[in-house]
């Protein structure tokens, strides 16, 4: 099966501007995850989705930053203005189904978008 | 809320040398344990996972892990490494009140030919 895809792969802004990366999960799974690498860190989650709604977003900054997963299925993930400190990498994960504790066989990650906010 | 540590950020062993990485964690509940693998420039893999039954769990590349619960840890273990095991690597917990990964703050393991 096809993997998680994300783009870009790549970017650079400067502070203030605005950013948006994409990602298309694995078709037919439910959940969709974003999460923030900053580097030397392990990656931090940022939001959940299940289909298209919001199950946690209790550490993702509402003032710069939003998500949105329409139709359930590609997502977007915006920051606005952006930080320095926003430097980092944008990781997707996927998973089959949205029941807690069912979706443990099943988180595949994509390869992540690097931002450089400079 | 839960949290995972490792205590060891970075390691550097000679090829041949036996490996192993600690991961602690904090639930008091039922979890279930997973190491993953970031080679440079690649996406997290899993290495391996823990949901019950034995507690020392077998992956791929020839790594093992062992759930021991009394004392809330999942070492990763190695008998001899590669140079191609050079990664970083990741513990992660996920409760069974939620569906939520938590990630260590990672090991970076260098394997010098």
């Known amino acids: 099966e096809a993997g998680v895809a994300q783009s870009p792969r790549y970017k650079i802004i400067e502070k203030r501007q605005s950013v948006a990366f994409w990602c298309n999960p694995i078709s037919g799974h439910a959940t969709l995850y974003w999460y923030q690498q900053i580097l030397g860190q392990g990656p931090k989650l940022l939001i959940q989705?299940?289909?298209?709604?919001?199950?946690?977003d209790s550490q993702l900054p509402k003032d710069r930053f939003s998500a949105e997963r329409l139709k359930g299925v590609d997502s977007t993930l915006k920051i606005q203005p952006a930080k320095l400190e926003d430097s980092a990498v944008y990781l997707c994960?996927?998973?089959?189904?949205?029941?807690?504790?069912?979706?443990?066989?099943?988180?595949?990650f994509g390869s992540g978008t690097r931002l450089t906010v400079v | 809320a839960q949290s995972v540590s490792q205590h060891n950020h970075h390691v550097i062993l000679s090829e041949a040398a036996s490996l192993e990485l600690g991961c602690n964690y904090s639930?008091?509940?039922?979890?279930?344990l997973f190491w993953y693998v970031q080679y440079p420039g690649q996406h997290l893999q899993l290495l391996l996972k823990y949901f019950s039954g034995d507690p020392l769990v077998k992956g791929i590349k020839g790594f093992e892990a062992e759930f021991i619960k009394s004392k809330f840890s999942f070492n990763l273990r190695k008998p001899s490494v590669q140079w191609s095991d050079t990664a970083e690597y990741f513990c992660a917990v996920v409760n069974n009140a939620g569906n939520m990964l938590t990630f260590g703050g990672g090991t970076r393991l260098m394997v010098k030919p």
């Open positions: 639930y008091g509940g039922t979890v279930n």
């Open positions: 994960a996927s998973s089959p189904s949205g029941y807690p504790g069912a979706d443990t066989y099943g988180y595949t």
């Open positions: 989705f299940q289909n298209n709604g919001v199950v946690d």
